[in-house]
């Protein structure tokens, strides 16, 4: 089966109403990109993971819609253009797509990823690299933390370069739950996960499941109303944003048992000396290592001095 794309370039205020009225009048799938993407003006919408933009297009939008290769293109344009109000139907151009093995192209684009120094995160299609290391299968899918970004990877090497047989941890905004993973997999004790999305909480217990991990999610509600309410951890790991990060100071500080280690991540480099700011007054926090201009930090509850910074490792 083929498809016709049908590319349309409009200002930043009708592109998202344009969007819609595109699906409305027959169009099987609608994108939003930057039109001046691969130039000097291109204009990225994303400054972290996991912020929403305020607004789904660009100043210069260009807007892709997927159709039947035989649905009459100039029609649903011009019926879109009509519901919102357009003074004329915009011009378009079309391009083919042809038919193919969607799910091997996409599979195709995500291959093991190695962390540290004996960490592997493989996806279900593909053997392990290394099958005496810690290996975790784990699929790319909606929650965030597969291993690729920056703030994921620090944290998993603090965690590997820090196990702590026996021990108690808090993943908290756990995303897919990789971090309490590799925690459970480094020989921690009980391992818990909090996060404020339902689909992460239950890509989490799905991912936990396939890897042979016993770990207890929780959404924030849940976790107030479980027997773990008032419980402290020898390591708390939030990998999160640097806003939330800070307005969360009391709370991921009063989670940290005495002696314990807190690490946080999803911190920009211009970011690190303001969160530790915040955590100042509960825990003193100093950068433990960097990446790609995020940051790792940690502190240790007590200590009187931030922990000295990792020595960078050859990449």
Not at 66 to 77: C, F, N, P, S
Not at 96 to 124: M, Y
Not at 125 to 144: I, K, M
Request: proline letters at 7%; charged letters at 20%.
């Amino acid at each position: 089966m083929s498809w016709t794309e049908v590319v349309i370039e409009i200002d930043r205020e009708h592109a998202e109403a344009l969007s819609d009225a595109l699906m409305e009048a027959g169009a099987l799938s609608v994108s939003v990109e930057d039109a001046d993407e691969g130039t000097a003006q291109e204009k990225p919408l994303f400054g972290e993971p996991g912020m929403t933009p305020s607004e789904a297009a660009w100043d210069r939008s260009r807007v892709v819609a997927l159709t039947d290769v035989d649905a009459d293109q100039g029609a649903i344009v011009a019926e879109a253009a009509d519901a919102i109000n357009l003074a004329k139907a915009p011009a378009f151009t079309t391009r083919a797509v042809d038919d193919a093995d969607w799910v091997r192209l996409t599979q195709s684009q995500f291959e093991p990823i190695h962390i540290g120094k004996n960490i592997w995160v493989v996806p279900s299609w593909h053997d392990a690299p290394d099958p005496n290391a810690l290996v975790l299968e784990l699929d790319p899918g909606l929650a965030f933390g597969t291993g690729s970004h920056p703030t994921t990877r620090l944290c998993m090497e603090w965690l590997e370069a820090h196990p702590a047989p026996g021990k108690t941890v808090l993943d908290y905004g756990c995303g897919s739950g990789i971090l309490a993973m590799v925690a459970k997999k480094l020989g921690a004790g009980e391992v818990n996960g909090v996060d404020i999305d339902p689909q992460a909480i239950e890509s989490a217990h799905a991912n936990a499941e396939r890897n042979g991990c016993a770990i207890d999610y929780f959404l924030p509600d849940q976790f107030a109303a479980s027997s773990h309410a008032q419980q402290r951890y020898d390591t708390v790991v939030a990998n999160i944003l640097s806003s939330p990060l800070k307005l969360m100071a009391p709370m991921l500080s009063g989670r940290v048992a005495p002696g314990g280690s807190l690490v946080l991540s999803g911190v920009l480099e211009r970011q690190a000396e303001e969160v530790a700011a915040a955590y100042a007054p509960f825990i003193k926090l100093g950068v433990w290592a960097s990446q790609d201009g995020w940051v790792a930090l940690h502190g240790q509850l007590g200590s009187d001095t931030a922990p000295p910074p990792r020595t960078p490792r050859a990449e």
